[in-house]
T-cell receptor, first 113, second 110 residues
Framework: ETGVTQSPTHLIKTRGQQVTLRCSSQSGHNTVSWYQQALGQGPQFIFQYYREEENGRGNFPPRFSGLQFPNYSSELNVNALELDDSALYLC????????????FGQGTRLTVV | GQSLEQPSEVTAVEGAIVQINCTYQTSGFYGLSWYQQHDGGAPTFLSYNALDGLEETGRFSSFLSRSDSYGYLLLQELQMKDSASYFCAVRDNAGNMLTFGGGTRLMVKP
């Protein structure tokens, strides 16, 4: 059983640029959630995708957008990057949206300069 | 909205027992989860409580009191490898979003 994988592991971008982060969900999981984790803080929910549709969104501006593909992998896109977007971006997959256990990937460390 | 409070740091010695508390304020509640995260690693699921009481999984136990909006994670027979950050998290009414606390950094000393 393959776990949750994210790419790239590290990324440096300039303020104002756009970035795309990728996530492959664990085998058999149809639900993917994205979280932003600033240094020394807990993860904050960005949004969730279930069967290719957005299924809930946290308190993030529209420049944070996403996609889920038929194989349940997912992308997180961030436009007009700001310095405060520097964080660890975590992807978590689960069998269904309400499952009690979420399986996290190692994350993508994004640095905006 | 939701908010969770937990201590920022706890230090204990190898072999000891430590309790990490979590209090929450939520508009809806589907259960309290606990996750462990080592430095540079992914959060990993430890436990989940939907009903009041104690859930035991090996050296780790988790407790929930819904009337007090309170839970805790109990770690017994501490080992050096238990040094990590521990997060409590609640699920909202729709069941699709985890709200995490700020995390408790546990340092286990010899």
């Amino acid at each position: 059983e393959t776990g949750v994988t994210q790419s790239p592991t590290h990324l440096i971008k300039t303020r104002g640029q756009q970035v795309t982060l990728r996530c492959s969900s664990q085998s058999g999981h149809n639900t993917v959630s994205w979280y932003q984790q600033a240094l020394g803080q807990g993860p904050q929910f960005i949004f969730q995708y279930y069967r290719e549709e957005e299924n809930g969104r946290g308190n993030f501006p529209p420049r944070f957008s996403g996609l889920q593909f038929p194989n349940y992998s997912s992308e997180l896109n961030v436009n007009a990057l700001e310095l405060d977007d520097s964080a660890l971006y975590l992807c978590a997959s689960s069998h269904e949206p309400g499952n009690t256990e979420a399986f996290f990937g190692q994350g993508t460390r994004l640095t905006v300069v | 909205g939701q908010s969770l409070e937990q201590p920022s740091e706890v230090t204990a010695v190898e072999g000891a027992i430590v309790q990490i508390n979590c209090t929450y304020q939520t508009s809806g509640f589907y259960g309290l989860s606990w996750y462990q995260q080592h430095d540079g690693g992914a959060p990993t699921f430890l436990s989940y409580n939907a009903l009041d009481g104690l859930e035991e999984t090996g050296r780790f136990s988790s407790f929930l009191s819904r009337s007090d909006s309170y839970g805790y994670l109990l770690l017994q027979e501490l080992q050096m490898k238990d040094s990590a950050s521990y997060f409590c998290a609640v699920r909202d009414n729709a069941g699709n979003m985890l709200t995490f606390g700020g995390g408790t950094r546990l340092m286990v000393k010899p």
